[in-house]
Protein backbone atom coordinates (compact mmCIF):
# COMPACT_ATOMS: atom_id res chain seq x y z
CA UNK A 1 0.00 0.00 0.00
CA UNK A 2 1.24 3.31 -0.93
CA UNK A 3 2.21 5.44 1.92
CA UNK A 4 0.95 8.48 0.04
CA UNK A 5 -2.65 6.68 -0.21
CA UNK A 6 -2.29 6.87 3.94
CA UNK A 7 -1.28 10.48 4.13
CA UNK A 8 -4.40 11.40 2.29
CA UNK A 9 -6.42 9.60 4.61
CA UNK A 10 -4.68 10.81 7.16
CA UNK A 11 -5.58 14.70 5.97
CA UNK A 12 -8.98 13.88 5.61
CA UNK A 13 -8.87 12.59 9.36
CA UNK A 14 -7.10 15.86 10.65
CA UNK A 15 -10.03 18.16 8.87
CA UNK A 16 -12.73 16.30 10.78
CA UNK A 17 -14.09 15.89 14.92
CA UNK A 18 -16.54 13.95 14.57
CA UNK A 19 -16.06 10.93 15.88
CA UNK A 20 -18.47 8.77 13.44
CA UNK A 21 -16.82 10.64 10.41
CA UNK A 22 -13.23 9.61 11.90
CA UNK A 23 -13.91 5.79 12.09
CA UNK A 24 -15.41 5.85 8.56
CA UNK A 25 -12.18 7.40 7.02
CA UNK A 26 -10.53 4.49 9.24
CA UNK A 27 -12.95 1.80 8.22
CA UNK A 28 -12.10 2.70 4.02
CA UNK A 29 -8.28 2.81 4.68
CA UNK A 30 -8.03 -0.59 6.92
CA UNK A 31 -9.92 -2.22 3.94
CA UNK A 32 -7.46 -1.18 1.67
CA UNK A 33 -4.35 -2.08 3.39
CA UNK A 34 -4.69 -5.72 2.71
CA UNK A 35 -1.02 -7.27 4.06
CA UNK A 36 0.20 -4.31 4.98
CA UNK A 37 -2.53 -4.38 7.70
CA UNK A 38 -0.67 -4.83 10.97
CA UNK A 39 1.99 -2.37 10.00
CA UNK A 40 -0.41 0.43 9.21
CA UNK A 41 -2.59 -0.05 12.59
CA UNK A 42 0.93 0.93 14.50
CA UNK A 43 1.35 3.97 12.27
CA UNK A 44 -2.16 5.09 12.71
CA UNK A 45 -1.15 4.79 16.57
CA UNK A 46 2.05 6.92 16.12
CA UNK A 47 3.66 3.73 16.70
CA UNK A 48 5.88 0.69 15.71
CA UNK A 49 4.71 -1.68 18.16
CA UNK A 50 2.63 -2.11 20.82
CA UNK A 51 3.63 0.01 23.98
CA UNK A 52 5.25 -3.03 26.09
CA UNK A 53 7.77 -3.96 23.57
CA UNK A 54 8.73 -0.34 24.32
CA UNK A 55 10.75 0.35 20.64
CA UNK A 56 11.37 4.17 21.01
CA UNK A 57 12.56 6.34 17.78
CA UNK A 58 14.98 8.46 20.12
CA UNK A 59 15.55 11.10 17.67
CA UNK A 60 14.95 14.68 19.50
CA UNK A 61 13.56 17.48 17.12
CA UNK A 62 17.40 19.16 16.88
CA UNK A 63 18.26 16.13 15.06
CA UNK A 64 15.60 16.23 12.57
CA UNK A 65 15.72 19.54 11.79
CA UNK A 66 19.95 19.02 11.59
CA UNK A 67 18.55 16.43 8.41
CA UNK A 68 16.06 19.30 7.39
CA UNK A 69 18.60 21.54 7.06
CA UNK A 70 21.14 19.50 5.05
CA UNK A 71 18.25 18.46 2.64
CA UNK A 72 16.97 21.56 1.81
CA UNK A 73 21.09 23.62 2.08
CA UNK A 74 19.60 26.19 3.97
CA UNK A 75 21.43 26.96 7.61
CA UNK A 76 19.88 25.31 10.39
CA UNK A 77 18.96 28.08 12.16
CA UNK A 78 16.91 28.93 9.06
CA UNK A 79 14.85 25.69 9.98
CA UNK A 80 14.77 26.37 13.88
CA UNK A 81 13.53 29.73 12.88
CA UNK A 82 10.76 28.04 10.81
CA UNK A 83 10.13 25.45 13.15
CA UNK A 84 9.75 27.97 16.38
CA UNK A 85 7.26 30.09 14.13
CA UNK A 86 5.24 26.67 13.20
CA UNK A 87 5.41 25.03 16.92
CA UNK A 88 5.51 21.59 14.28
CA UNK A 89 8.32 20.00 12.61
CA UNK A 90 6.06 18.21 10.23
CA UNK A 91 4.75 21.53 8.31
CA UNK A 92 8.41 22.72 7.95
CA UNK A 93 9.19 19.09 6.46
CA UNK A 94 6.38 19.57 4.51
CA UNK A 95 7.12 22.94 3.47
CA UNK A 96 10.91 22.41 2.65
CA UNK A 97 10.25 19.32 0.68
CA UNK A 98 7.40 21.47 -1.34
CA UNK A 99 10.16 23.62 -2.60
CA UNK A 100 12.28 20.75 -4.18
CA UNK A 101 11.57 19.03 -7.57
CA UNK A 102 9.55 16.30 -7.19
CA UNK A 103 11.28 14.18 -4.49
CA UNK A 104 10.19 10.76 -5.17
CA UNK A 105 9.99 11.20 -9.19
CA UNK A 106 12.80 8.47 -9.37
CA UNK A 107 13.07 7.10 -5.98
CA UNK A 108 12.12 3.74 -4.82
CA UNK A 109 8.35 4.13 -3.73
CA UNK A 110 7.13 5.01 -0.52
CA UNK A 111 5.01 1.86 1.04
CA UNK A 112 3.43 1.81 4.42
CA UNK A 113 5.87 -1.50 5.11
CA UNK A 114 9.05 0.07 3.62
CA UNK A 115 8.42 3.31 6.01
CA UNK A 116 7.92 0.96 8.82
CA UNK A 117 10.54 -1.17 8.01
CA UNK A 118 12.82 1.75 7.97
CA UNK A 119 11.91 3.01 10.95
CA UNK A 120 12.15 -0.08 12.86
CA UNK A 121 16.55 -0.02 11.78
CA UNK A 122 16.03 3.96 13.10
CA UNK A 123 15.05 2.65 16.16
CA UNK A 124 17.25 -0.55 16.51
CA UNK A 125 20.61 2.12 15.27
CA UNK A 126 22.28 2.71 18.54
CA UNK A 127 25.98 3.37 19.44
CA UNK A 128 29.31 4.96 17.74
CA UNK A 129 28.00 7.18 14.60
CA UNK A 130 23.94 6.53 15.36
CA UNK A 131 23.21 10.04 15.06
CA UNK A 132 24.31 9.91 11.21
CA UNK A 133 22.83 6.98 10.23
CA UNK A 134 19.86 8.00 12.08
CA UNK A 135 19.82 11.15 9.99
CA UNK A 136 20.96 9.35 6.53
CA UNK A 137 17.41 6.87 6.94
CA UNK A 138 15.32 10.11 8.01
CA UNK A 139 16.78 11.96 4.96
CA UNK A 140 16.11 9.01 2.79
CA UNK A 141 12.92 8.68 3.79
CA UNK A 142 11.76 12.04 2.80
CA UNK A 143 13.61 11.98 -0.55
CA UNK A 144 11.66 9.82 -1.21
CA UNK A 145 8.31 10.76 -0.08
CA UNK A 146 5.80 13.04 -1.31
CA UNK A 147 5.89 16.76 1.04
CA UNK A 148 2.53 15.29 2.49
CA UNK A 149 4.25 12.08 3.31
CA UNK A 150 7.47 13.78 4.84
CA UNK A 151 5.34 15.98 7.36
CA UNK A 152 3.00 12.56 8.87
CA UNK A 153 6.82 10.85 8.72
CA UNK A 154 8.21 13.50 10.58
CA UNK A 155 5.27 13.36 13.80
CA UNK A 156 5.54 9.98 13.58
CA UNK A 157 9.32 9.76 14.26
CA UNK A 158 8.39 13.13 17.07
CA UNK A 159 5.68 11.38 18.53
CA UNK A 160 3.15 14.09 17.27
CA UNK A 161 1.12 12.39 14.96
CA UNK A 162 -1.90 13.62 17.03
CA UNK A 163 -4.64 12.29 14.26
CA UNK A 164 -7.43 12.56 16.54
CA UNK A 165 -7.99 9.09 17.46
CA UNK A 166 -7.85 6.63 20.18
CA UNK A 167 -7.23 3.18 20.23
CA UNK A 168 -10.83 2.72 20.94
CA UNK A 169 -11.82 4.08 17.80
CA UNK A 170 -8.96 2.54 15.77
CA UNK A 171 -10.50 -0.76 17.52
CA UNK A 172 -13.94 -0.14 16.37
CA UNK A 173 -13.25 0.98 12.95
CA UNK A 174 -11.74 -2.61 12.92
CA UNK A 175 -14.89 -4.45 14.16
CA UNK A 176 -16.54 -2.53 11.56
CA UNK A 177 -13.75 -3.37 8.26
CA UNK A 178 -13.47 -7.21 9.39
CA UNK A 179 -15.55 -8.20 12.52
CA UNK A 180 -19.41 -8.87 13.53
CA UNK A 181 -20.80 -6.58 15.41
CA UNK A 182 -22.19 -9.13 17.61
CA UNK A 183 -18.70 -9.81 18.55
CA UNK A 184 -17.39 -6.15 19.88
CA UNK A 185 -17.44 -6.99 23.06
CA UNK A 186 -15.78 -9.70 23.16
CA UNK A 187 -12.98 -8.33 20.89
CA UNK A 188 -12.83 -5.40 23.58
CA UNK A 189 -12.14 -8.10 26.33
CA UNK A 190 -9.28 -9.31 23.79
CA UNK A 191 -7.83 -6.33 23.28
CA UNK A 192 -7.61 -5.63 26.94
CA UNK A 193 -5.70 -8.49 27.78
CA UNK A 194 -3.70 -8.51 24.65
CA UNK A 195 -3.14 -4.72 23.89
CA UNK A 196 -1.68 -5.28 20.72
CA UNK A 197 -4.18 -3.71 18.03
CA UNK A 198 -1.86 -4.87 15.28
CA UNK A 199 -2.20 -8.24 15.93
CA UNK A 200 -5.86 -7.80 16.73
CA UNK A 201 -6.37 -6.51 13.10
CA UNK A 202 -4.39 -8.87 11.02
CA UNK A 203 -6.30 -11.56 12.90
CA UNK A 204 -9.81 -10.03 12.15
CA UNK A 205 -8.43 -9.61 8.43
CA UNK A 206 -7.63 -13.31 8.24
CA UNK A 207 -11.46 -14.48 10.01
CA UNK A 208 -9.72 -16.07 12.70
CA UNK A 209 -11.97 -14.34 15.07
CA UNK A 210 -11.95 -17.86 17.73
CA UNK A 211 -8.30 -16.56 18.28
CA UNK A 212 -9.13 -13.20 19.35
CA UNK A 213 -12.25 -14.12 21.35
CA UNK A 214 -9.93 -16.87 22.95
CA UNK A 215 -7.75 -14.28 23.96
CA UNK A 216 -7.06 -13.66 28.21
CA UNK A 217 -3.99 -13.18 30.37
CA UNK A 218 -0.70 -14.14 28.71
CA UNK A 219 2.74 -14.24 30.15
CA UNK A 220 4.84 -11.00 29.22
CA UNK A 221 1.97 -9.53 27.42
CA UNK A 222 0.25 -6.43 29.87
CA UNK A 223 -3.10 -7.12 30.71
CA UNK A 224 -4.98 -3.61 31.31
CA UNK A 225 -5.98 -3.27 34.79
CA UNK A 226 -9.33 -4.04 36.05
CA UNK A 227 -10.75 -1.00 37.48
CA UNK A 228 -13.39 -0.04 40.55
CA UNK A 229 -16.44 2.73 40.04
CA UNK A 230 -17.05 4.63 42.70
CA UNK A 231 -19.50 5.41 45.68
CA UNK A 232 -19.40 8.19 48.68
CA UNK A 233 -20.09 5.48 51.97
CA UNK A 234 -20.52 2.00 53.15
CA UNK A 235 -24.03 1.54 53.18
CA UNK A 236 -24.58 2.18 49.51
CA UNK A 237 -21.52 -0.10 48.75
CA UNK A 238 -23.24 -3.19 50.78
CA UNK A 239 -26.59 -2.27 49.34
CA UNK A 240 -25.60 -2.47 45.62
CA UNK A 241 -23.71 -5.56 46.15
CA UNK A 242 -26.37 -7.11 47.61
CA UNK A 243 -24.03 -7.88 50.70
CA UNK A 244 -21.60 -10.25 48.81
CA UNK A 245 -19.02 -7.75 49.71
CA UNK A 246 -15.48 -8.39 50.52
CA UNK A 247 -13.54 -5.10 51.35
CA UNK A 248 -9.24 -4.17 51.19
CA UNK A 249 -7.47 -1.57 51.74
CA UNK A 250 -6.76 0.78 48.89
CA UNK A 251 -3.09 1.40 48.81
CA UNK A 252 -1.54 5.09 47.80
CA UNK A 253 1.46 3.34 45.34
CA UNK A 254 1.62 2.57 41.77
CA UNK A 255 -0.08 -0.48 40.31
CA UNK A 256 1.95 -2.87 39.50
CA UNK A 257 1.49 -6.56 37.71
CA UNK A 258 4.41 -8.76 37.68
CA UNK A 259 5.16 -11.69 35.56
CA UNK A 260 7.01 -14.62 35.99
CA UNK A 261 8.51 -17.27 34.07
CA UNK A 262 11.09 -19.45 35.56
CA UNK A 263 13.67 -16.93 36.85
CA UNK A 264 12.43 -14.42 34.48
CA UNK A 265 10.62 -11.67 35.89
CA UNK A 266 9.01 -8.91 34.01
CA UNK A 267 7.12 -5.49 35.66
CA UNK A 268 4.46 -3.71 33.59
CA UNK A 269 2.59 -0.48 35.25
CA UNK A 270 -1.12 0.17 34.49
CA UNK A 271 -0.77 2.04 31.14
CA UNK A 272 0.95 -1.15 30.02
CA UNK A 273 4.40 0.18 29.82
CA UNK A 274 7.46 -2.19 31.09
CA UNK A 275 9.08 -0.61 34.25
CA UNK A 276 11.14 -3.65 35.08
CA UNK A 277 14.39 -1.87 34.92
CA UNK A 278 13.25 0.69 37.35
CA UNK A 279 12.29 -1.84 40.47
CA UNK A 280 15.19 -4.46 40.20
CA UNK A 281 14.22 -4.79 43.60
CA UNK A 282 10.80 -6.27 43.29
CA UNK A 283 12.70 -8.75 40.37
CA UNK A 284 15.06 -10.01 42.68
CA UNK A 285 12.56 -10.54 45.49
CA UNK A 286 10.38 -11.88 43.14
CA UNK A 287 12.12 -15.03 42.22
CA UNK A 288 12.86 -15.32 45.50
CA UNK A 289 9.56 -15.55 46.73
CA UNK A 290 7.59 -17.62 44.37
CA UNK A 291 8.63 -20.98 43.54
CA UNK A 292 5.60 -21.33 40.92
CA UNK A 293 6.49 -22.28 37.66
CA UNK A 294 4.56 -19.03 35.92
CA UNK A 295 2.37 -16.37 37.18
CA UNK A 296 0.58 -13.16 36.29
CA UNK A 297 0.00 -11.12 39.76
CA UNK A 298 -1.76 -8.04 40.46
CA UNK A 299 -0.80 -5.48 42.90
CA UNK A 300 0.24 -2.06 44.26
CA UNK A 301 3.98 -1.19 45.20
CA UNK A 302 4.08 0.84 48.56
CA UNK A 303 6.96 2.88 49.89
CA UNK A 304 7.50 1.34 53.04
CA UNK A 305 9.51 1.34 56.59
CA UNK A 306 9.90 -2.22 57.72
CA UNK A 307 11.04 -1.33 60.90
CA UNK A 308 8.11 0.59 62.02
CA UNK A 309 5.63 -0.69 59.50
CA UNK A 310 4.50 3.04 58.50
CA UNK A 311 3.77 3.65 54.70
CA UNK A 312 5.08 6.85 52.82
CA UNK A 313 3.09 8.94 50.79
CA UNK A 314 3.23 8.36 46.41
CA UNK A 315 5.66 10.55 45.89
CA UNK A 316 7.77 9.21 47.13
CA UNK A 317 7.43 6.01 45.00
CA UNK A 318 7.12 7.74 41.97
CA UNK A 319 10.71 8.84 42.38
CA UNK A 320 11.63 5.41 41.41
CA UNK A 321 9.38 5.49 38.19
CA UNK A 322 11.55 6.59 34.91
CA UNK A 323 14.76 6.29 36.82
CA UNK A 324 17.64 5.04 34.87
CA UNK A 325 20.37 5.81 37.76
CA UNK A 326 21.44 5.67 40.91
CA UNK A 327 18.55 2.58 41.15
CA UNK A 328 20.46 0.57 44.51
CA UNK A 329 20.73 3.85 46.33
CA UNK A 330 17.21 4.47 45.34
CA UNK A 331 15.93 0.75 47.04
CA UNK A 332 17.87 1.96 50.48
CA UNK A 333 16.17 5.44 50.18
CA UNK A 334 12.82 4.27 49.53
CA UNK A 335 12.45 0.86 49.92
CA UNK A 336 8.81 -0.73 48.88
CA UNK A 337 6.41 -3.76 49.44
CA UNK A 338 4.41 -4.94 46.87
CA UNK A 339 0.55 -5.58 48.66
CA UNK A 340 -0.58 -8.25 46.45
CA UNK A 341 -4.54 -8.61 45.99
CA UNK A 342 -5.34 -10.52 42.87
CA UNK A 343 -4.20 -13.36 40.50
CA UNK A 344 -5.12 -14.32 36.86
CA UNK A 345 -2.47 -16.59 35.67
CA UNK A 346 -1.06 -19.54 37.41
CA UNK A 347 0.95 -22.30 35.73
CA UNK A 348 -0.11 -22.11 32.71
CA UNK A 349 -3.96 -21.64 33.59
CA UNK A 350 -5.92 -18.08 33.00
CA UNK A 351 -7.66 -17.34 36.33
CA UNK A 352 -9.93 -14.08 35.08
CA UNK A 353 -12.56 -16.52 34.77
CA UNK A 354 -12.47 -17.84 38.56
CA UNK A 355 -14.86 -15.54 41.36
CA UNK A 356 -12.92 -13.27 43.17
CA UNK A 357 -12.82 -15.35 46.31
CA UNK A 358 -10.96 -18.48 44.39
CA UNK A 359 -8.77 -16.12 43.13
CA UNK A 360 -8.24 -14.77 45.94
CA UNK A 361 -7.58 -18.03 48.11
CA UNK A 362 -5.01 -19.23 45.24
CA UNK A 363 -3.31 -16.17 46.15
CA UNK A 364 -2.75 -17.12 49.47
CA UNK A 365 -1.37 -20.23 49.09
CA UNK A 366 0.85 -19.08 46.50
CA UNK A 367 3.82 -17.30 49.56
CA UNK A 368 4.39 -16.46 52.66
CA UNK A 369 3.65 -12.70 53.53
CA UNK A 370 7.03 -10.80 54.65
CA UNK A 371 8.75 -7.30 54.26
CA UNK A 372 8.53 -7.81 50.26
CA UNK A 373 5.61 -9.21 49.50
CA UNK A 374 2.02 -9.04 51.38
CA UNK A 375 -1.55 -9.82 50.89
CA UNK A 376 -3.83 -6.52 50.81
CA UNK A 377 -5.43 -6.21 54.29
CA UNK A 378 -8.98 -7.68 53.97
CA UNK A 379 -12.30 -7.71 55.83
CA UNK A 380 -14.83 -9.84 54.57
CA UNK A 381 -18.56 -8.81 55.77
CA UNK A 382 -21.41 -6.68 54.85
CA UNK A 383 -21.73 -5.43 58.44
CA UNK A 384 -21.67 -1.45 58.38
CA UNK A 385 -20.19 -0.92 61.77
CA UNK A 386 -17.50 -3.21 61.19
CA UNK A 387 -17.00 -1.68 57.44
CA UNK A 388 -16.98 1.64 58.71
CA UNK A 389 -14.22 0.61 61.49
CA UNK A 390 -12.38 -1.10 58.97
CA UNK A 391 -12.18 2.06 56.67
CA UNK A 392 -10.99 4.13 59.42
CA UNK A 393 -7.84 1.47 60.36
CA UNK A 394 -7.35 1.61 56.75
CA UNK A 395 -6.76 5.58 56.70
CA UNK A 396 -4.97 5.35 60.05
CA UNK A 397 -2.10 3.27 58.38
CA UNK A 398 -2.23 5.23 55.57
CA UNK A 399 -4.26 4.12 53.45
CA UNK A 400 -6.36 6.16 50.60
CA UNK A 401 -9.72 4.10 52.21
CA UNK A 402 -11.07 0.83 50.84
CA UNK A 403 -11.71 -1.28 47.54
CA UNK A 404 -15.28 -3.12 48.21
CA UNK A 405 -14.86 -6.54 45.77
CA UNK A 406 -17.90 -8.56 44.63
CA UNK A 407 -17.83 -12.25 45.85
CA UNK A 408 -20.79 -14.12 43.76
CA UNK A 409 -20.27 -16.59 41.08
CA UNK A 410 -19.83 -13.55 38.92
CA UNK A 411 -16.53 -12.04 40.25
CA UNK A 412 -14.64 -12.28 37.35
CA UNK A 413 -11.26 -10.18 36.25
CA UNK A 414 -12.74 -7.89 33.83
CA UNK A 415 -8.93 -6.12 32.37
CA UNK A 416 -9.59 -2.67 31.60
CA UNK A 417 -12.85 -2.53 32.52
CA UNK A 418 -14.65 -0.35 35.68
CA UNK A 419 -17.91 -2.22 36.72
CA UNK A 420 -20.09 -2.73 40.09
CA UNK A 421 -17.70 -5.72 41.03
CA UNK A 422 -14.76 -3.00 42.45
CA UNK A 423 -15.90 -0.58 43.93
CA UNK A 424 -14.08 2.45 45.85
CA UNK A 425 -14.46 4.34 48.82
CA UNK A 426 -11.98 7.22 49.66
CA UNK A 427 -11.43 9.43 53.12
CA UNK A 428 -12.71 12.38 50.67
CA UNK A 429 -16.02 10.90 50.42
CA UNK A 430 -16.76 11.02 54.11
CA UNK A 431 -17.51 15.29 53.25
CA UNK A 432 -19.70 16.95 51.89
CA UNK A 433 -17.12 16.78 48.50
CA UNK A 434 -13.53 16.92 48.71
CA UNK A 435 -12.74 14.10 46.46
CA UNK A 436 -9.67 13.71 44.56
CA UNK A 437 -10.18 13.38 40.82
CA UNK A 438 -7.61 12.36 37.78
CA UNK A 439 -7.92 15.13 35.07
CA UNK A 440 -6.88 16.36 31.71
CA UNK A 441 -5.15 19.46 30.78
CA UNK A 442 -6.03 20.44 27.28
CA UNK A 443 -5.76 24.11 27.81
CA UNK A 444 -4.00 27.09 29.47
CA UNK A 445 -4.37 30.57 30.50
CA UNK A 446 -1.70 33.59 30.75
CA UNK A 447 -0.69 34.72 34.01
CA UNK A 448 -0.65 38.16 35.30
CA UNK A 449 0.37 40.30 37.81
CA UNK A 450 2.81 38.11 40.17
CA UNK A 451 2.26 35.11 37.23
CA UNK A 452 3.62 36.91 34.49
CA UNK A 453 5.58 34.86 32.38
CA UNK A 454 3.92 31.10 33.14
CA UNK A 455 0.28 29.91 33.03
CA UNK A 456 -2.40 31.36 35.56
CA UNK A 457 -4.62 28.53 35.22
CA UNK A 458 -4.58 25.56 33.24
CA UNK A 459 -7.86 24.27 31.52
CA UNK A 460 -8.96 20.42 32.93
CA UNK A 461 -11.32 18.23 31.35
CA UNK A 462 -12.58 14.65 32.29
CA UNK A 463 -12.64 11.66 29.98
CA UNK A 464 -15.89 10.74 28.13
CA UNK A 465 -15.49 7.24 27.38
CA UNK A 466 -18.47 6.84 25.09
CA UNK A 467 -17.32 9.58 22.75
CA UNK A 468 -14.20 9.17 23.61
CA UNK A 469 -14.01 12.91 23.76
CA UNK A 470 -12.40 15.16 26.99
CA UNK A 471 -15.06 17.39 28.51
CA UNK A 472 -14.18 20.60 30.37
CA UNK A 473 -14.79 20.57 34.05
CA UNK A 474 -12.69 23.44 35.56
CA UNK A 475 -9.99 26.14 35.19
CA UNK A 476 -7.23 25.29 37.95
CA UNK A 477 -5.16 28.03 39.27
CA UNK A 478 -4.68 27.07 43.04
CA UNK A 479 -2.33 24.64 45.02
CA UNK A 480 0.60 25.31 42.60
CA UNK A 481 4.33 25.75 44.61
CA UNK A 482 6.18 28.33 42.69
CA UNK A 483 8.80 25.94 41.17
CA UNK A 484 5.68 24.32 39.98
CA UNK A 485 4.01 27.38 38.75
CA UNK A 486 6.90 28.56 36.96
CA UNK A 487 8.29 25.44 35.14
CA UNK A 488 4.42 25.45 33.31
CA UNK A 489 5.19 26.20 30.31
CA UNK A 490 7.97 24.39 30.09
CA UNK A 491 6.78 21.38 31.32
CA UNK A 492 3.96 21.66 28.35
CA UNK A 493 5.70 23.23 25.32
CA UNK A 494 6.15 19.93 23.15
CA UNK A 495 2.37 19.11 23.89
CA UNK A 496 0.94 22.99 22.88
CA UNK A 497 -1.20 22.90 19.77
CA UNK A 498 -2.20 25.98 17.34
CA UNK A 499 -5.72 24.66 17.37
CA UNK A 500 -8.28 22.60 19.45
CA UNK A 501 -7.46 19.04 19.82
CA UNK A 502 -9.64 16.96 17.82
CA UNK A 503 -11.05 14.85 20.55
CA UNK A 504 -11.48 17.93 23.71
CA UNK A 505 -14.95 19.46 24.15
CA UNK A 506 -14.65 22.69 25.10
CA UNK A 507 -17.12 26.41 25.18
CA UNK A 508 -13.89 28.03 26.94
CA UNK A 509 -10.67 28.94 24.30
CA UNK A 510 -7.82 28.96 26.34
CA UNK A 511 -4.46 31.32 25.38
CA UNK A 512 -2.97 28.28 24.35
CA UNK A 513 -4.36 24.98 23.33
CA UNK A 514 -2.29 21.52 24.86
CA UNK A 515 -2.59 18.02 23.22
CA UNK A 516 -4.82 16.13 25.95
CA UNK A 517 -1.73 13.59 27.13
CA UNK A 518 -1.07 15.15 30.94
CA UNK A 519 -2.91 13.76 33.78
CA UNK A 520 -2.45 15.57 37.46
CA UNK A 521 -4.44 14.65 40.56
CA UNK A 522 -7.05 17.18 41.41
CA UNK A 523 -9.08 18.11 44.93
CA UNK A 524 -12.23 19.76 44.88
CA UNK A 525 -15.19 21.08 47.24
CA UNK A 526 -18.13 20.34 45.21
CA UNK A 527 -19.25 19.57 41.48
CA UNK A 528 -21.83 22.12 40.40
CA UNK A 529 -24.32 23.25 37.71
CA UNK A 530 -21.86 25.09 34.85
CA UNK A 531 -23.12 27.01 31.65
CA UNK A 532 -19.58 27.11 30.83
CA UNK A 533 -18.65 23.78 30.90
CA UNK A 534 -19.00 20.54 28.91
CA UNK A 535 -18.92 17.70 31.07
CA UNK A 536 -21.72 15.53 31.23
CA UNK A 537 -23.31 18.57 28.91
CA UNK A 538 -27.66 18.71 28.99
CA UNK A 539 -27.34 15.62 31.02
CA UNK A 540 -28.49 17.91 34.25
CA UNK A 541 -29.87 20.78 32.69
CA UNK A 542 -30.52 21.42 29.59
CA UNK A 543 -27.90 23.95 29.13
CA UNK A 544 -25.35 23.67 31.10
CA UNK A 545 -22.54 20.76 32.19
CA UNK A 546 -21.32 19.91 35.56
CA UNK A 547 -17.95 21.86 37.06
CA UNK A 548 -15.55 21.33 39.91
CA UNK A 549 -15.75 24.22 42.59
CA UNK A 550 -12.44 25.73 44.25
CA UNK A 551 -10.50 23.02 42.56
CA UNK A 552 -6.77 23.02 43.49
CA UNK A 553 -3.85 20.80 42.61
CA UNK A 554 -2.55 18.48 45.18
CA UNK A 555 0.91 18.23 43.94
CA UNK A 556 0.30 14.99 42.04
CA UNK A 557 1.13 14.43 38.62
CA UNK A 558 -0.22 11.27 37.40
CA UNK A 559 2.33 9.89 35.52
CA UNK A 560 0.74 6.34 35.88
CA UNK A 561 -2.00 7.11 33.44
CA UNK A 562 -2.94 7.69 30.18
CA UNK A 563 -5.57 10.09 29.44
CA UNK A 564 -8.22 7.40 28.76
CA UNK A 565 -7.24 6.29 32.36
CA UNK A 566 -8.76 9.70 33.93
CA UNK A 567 -11.98 10.43 35.89
CA UNK A 568 -15.05 9.72 33.44
CA UNK A 569 -17.55 11.89 33.21
CA UNK A 570 -19.74 9.12 34.16
CA UNK A 571 -17.80 9.20 37.23
CA UNK A 572 -18.61 13.02 38.00
CA UNK A 573 -22.24 12.63 36.94
CA UNK A 574 -22.44 9.83 39.39
CA UNK A 575 -20.48 11.59 42.55
CA UNK A 576 -22.79 14.82 41.57
CA UNK A 577 -25.96 12.58 42.35
CA UNK A 578 -24.58 11.18 45.13
CA UNK A 579 -23.82 14.67 46.51
CA UNK A 580 -27.40 15.79 45.82
CA UNK A 581 -28.67 12.55 47.70
CA UNK A 582 -26.25 13.66 50.74
CA UNK A 583 -27.20 17.45 51.14
CA UNK A 584 -30.90 16.29 50.93
Known amino acids: ?156 ITGKLRLGVSDSTILDALISAFADKEHAEEINEAYNFHPDLGLIAELLRSGEIDKVRAMGPELFVPAKVMLAERLPGVHEIIEKMSGNSAFEFKYDGIRTQIHKKGKEVRIYSRGSEETTKNFPDIVRNARETFTCESCILDGESVPYNSETGEMYPFQMVSQRRGRKHDLEEMEKEVPIVVFLFDIIYLNGKQLHK ?47 GLVAKNTSEQSIYRAGARGWLWIKLKREYESEFNDTLDLVVVGAFTGHGRRKGTYGALLLASYNEVD ?45 WIEPEQVMEVKGAEITVSPIHTCDYGKVEKDAGLAVRFPRFTGRWREDKKPEDATTSKEILEMFNSQKKSIK
Open 1 to 156: MKFSKVSEKFTEMSQTRKRLELTAILVDLLKEAQDDLKELVYLIQGKLAPDYEGIQLGMADKQLAKGLSAISGKPQSFIDEKFAKEGDLGNVAKEIMSSRAQNALFGEEMTVKRLHQQLMNLSRTSGKGSVEQKLKIYEDLLLNSTPEDAMYITRI
Open 354 to 400: VPYPDRRKILESLFTEDDKFKLATRLVSSDEKKVTAFFNEAISSGCE
Open 468 to 512: DTFETICKLGSGFTDDVLFNLPKKFADKIVKDKPARVESKLVPDV
